[in-house]
């Protein structure tokens, strides 16, 4: 019998921790040896682990054949040195310091982490973090559960069975609710993958068992959400899992029913705030898709025609790809792999004289999601050309997307309009590498579209109905923080704003962060964080809620100036941050030098 052995102990020297997955039964030092590892215990993930183990070794093959290159580059053209160059920042800094096998990870500008480690740096040299810490709460995590969650936190993985078929026909109808902007499968779709599970006949094979997991997950997921149940939570992640087992099969074919089962996975790994799959599954997707060539019109017509369908199936396909793969890039600041250029596909039902609402509604969502991808690329990746008109043209373009929003049937997709709107808006008027010197008109943007989202995420908090993922910690950190960079920043939006109304924001912004990061340890660092900002702010700029009769900064414009000179954004479109997407998972940070220095960590 092979000896048992508890992870992350490696099954050849017992001794060294697995970094990437607790599951792998072998260190990256005793498999750069040659030593071949061996699975003491059953995963129902192997098959992701070997895949991940190759890309691992792919992507350290291709890190030397990087590390050669630029050795022949530097010895091409020689480098100034960091003495002659009196503009160097930080930023700038790090990334002569992060090699890419020191950070693997990385974020781009249109992340906003450059933007947020600036505004840090600001507020640090200008005294709004030396307001006293003495009535911030601790960081301790609250461990108090319900009676009714107690039950739910025995392990419900034991029992994997799919349902019968009745129940599984209406747990698609609440998958349904959460697949609206982007329609991944219709219901006649999933009829086809229930004939086969429950046919009796052949097996049903790995999509169509993939797909009935993934809807299953889905539900239960929502469910357990929605109320409270931890044993639902506990079956969807069980359910999740069995299906990421499949994920080395399905990568095995390049068909329409595979790039739809990718599509079902990556749905539920972004409404989990802990799941660090969601590159590598749009990865695979984006091959599968590339590989049919379904960016085109030419592929939709070849892939219809060749597995017989219609082609609303694959524009749907690609399209919600395509919606997702922006909504990550840009989260992460990452180069899109597909660019807009190349893209001549149209979006799906325009043709038809009868489009439905619901496919109107998640049109209008790729719509934005394209226009986002433009302003990443012509302001934050700088591959398009930027012109002094682009930005009041683009805005132009949104506010009438804005006012062309199909009037749909339901408050949260309402509400999620308004929301992405109102961010896109600070995307466009924050300082960017495009724009590194916004005006006062579009910090005036920005201030208002950030108090139009805290106000929205705080109605939605009072509701109960807070979506709990990483993205959105990520952008609400964003939008708290541009908020109180535009009032920083300038002196008359500060002279003209309702201090009692920004006041009540910091005070709803917290209350969010903290329900949001309640048992989260690394998201409870931004909560704290933003508590000494606003606190800070408070204490510099106001009295009891009013704007101080001697403000005690003068020259305003040329504190701005100041951080400009400081940050030097046009240089962030490739800043390397070693604690990227990490800090958002709930892992400990290898490097806390984002933070500006010591008197930020509280």
């Not at 601790?138 to 993985?157: A, F, H, K, Q, Y």
């Not at 390397?576 to 958002?584: C, K, L, Y």
Request: aromatic share 8%; hydrophobic share 40%.
């Amino acid at each position: 019998m092979a000896e048992k052995i508890t992870p992350p102990a490696c099954t050849k020297c017992k001794t060294h921790r697995v970094k990437c997955d607790k599951a792998q039964p072998i260190c990256g030092r005793c498999r750069r040896l040659g030593h071949q590892g061996k699975y003491p215990f059953r995963n129902p993930a192997a098959a992701y682990l070997s895949y991940a183990t190759e890309l691992e070794d792919e992507i350290a093959q291709l890190e030397v054949e990087l590390e050669r290159l630029k050795a022949t580059d530097q010895g091409i053209h020689q480098t100034p040195s960091l003495t002659d160059s009196p503009q160097l920042t930080k930023a700038d800094n790090r990334e002569d310091k992060t090699s890419p096998k020191e950070a693997a990870r990385y974020l781009g500008a249109s992340s906003g982490m450059a933007f947020i480690e600036s505004a840090i740096s600001l507020a640090q040299s200008q005294g709004i973090l030396d307001a006293p810490e003495d009535d911030l709460l601790p960081l301790e995590p609250s461990t108090i559960l319900s009676p009714g969650l107690v039950e739910g936190l025995v392990d419900s993985r034991q029992s994997l069975a799919i349902p019968p078929r009745d129940t599984m026909r209406k747990l698609f109808d609440a998958f349904d609710s959460a697949q609206w902007q982007y329609h991944i499968i219709e219901p006649a779709e999933f009829d086809v993958y229930l004939d086969r599970c429950y046919s009796g006949g052949n097996p049903p094979g790995t999509m169509a068992t993939a797909a009935l997991h993934l809807v299953l997950a889905t539900a239960l997921h929502l469910s357990g959400k929605s109320e409270g149940n931890m044993a639902a939570s506990n079956l969807a992640t069980a359910h999740h899992e069995h299906a990421m087992g499949m994920l080395g099969s399905i990568n095995q074919h390049i068909t329409l029913e595979s790039l739809q089962v990718l599509l079902l996975l990556l749905l539920l790994s972004m409404f989990n705030p802990q799941k660090p799959v969601i590159w590598q599954l749009l990865g695979s997707a984006l091959r599968t898709a590339s590989g049919m060539r379904l960016h085109t019109e030419e592929g939709i017509t070849t892939a219809a025609s060749s597995f017989g369908v219609s082609e609303d199936l694959p524009r749907r396909l690609f399209w919600s790809l395509y919606s997702m793969d922006r909504a990550v890039g840009n989260t992460l600041g990452r180069p899109t792999a597909l660019p807009d250029l190349s893209i001549t596909c149209q979006l799906p039902g325009v043709a038809s004289p009868n489009i439905s609402l619901p496919q109107m509604i998640a049109n209008h969502c790729f719509l934005l999601r394209r226009m986002q991808s433009e302003v990443a690329d012509t302001l934050y990746q700088r591959i398009s050309d930027y012109s002094i008109d682009y930005i009041p043209g683009v805005q132009a373009r949104l506010d009438a997307w804005f006012r062309d929003i199909p009037v749909p049937n339901s408050d949260h997709v309402v509400e999620w309009f308004h929301h992405s709107y109102y961010n896109l808006c600070m995307f466009i008027h924050r300082p960017s590498p495009a724009n590194p010197k916004p005006n006062s008109d579009d910090l005036h943007r920005c201030f208002e579209a950030a108090s139009r989202v805290i106000q929205l995420y705080n109605r939605l908090d009072r509701r109960g109905n807070i979506d709990t993922t990483w993205m959105a910690v990520h952008w609400l950190f964003l939008v708290a923080v541009t908020q109180l960079f535009a009032l920083w920043a300038d002196e008359n939006l500060r002279r003209e704003a309702d201090w009692v109304r920004i006041n009540d924001d910091f005070q709803s912004s917290a209350m969010i962060f903290s329900a949001m990061t309640e048992r989260w340890k690394s998201g409870r660092r931004m909560l704290r964080l933003y508590r000494r900002l606003s606190k800070g702010t408070l204490a510099r700029y106001t009295h009891m809620g009013y704007l101080n009769a001697n403000p005690p900064m003068n020259g305003s414009e040329g504190k701005r100036e100041n951080f400009i000179d400081m940050t030097d954004m046009a240089g962030l479109n490739e800043v390397a941050i070693d604690t990227d997407i990490g800090f958002w998972l709930d892992m400990e940070m290898a490097d806390n030098s984002w933070m500006v220095n010591a008197t930020l960590h509280g």
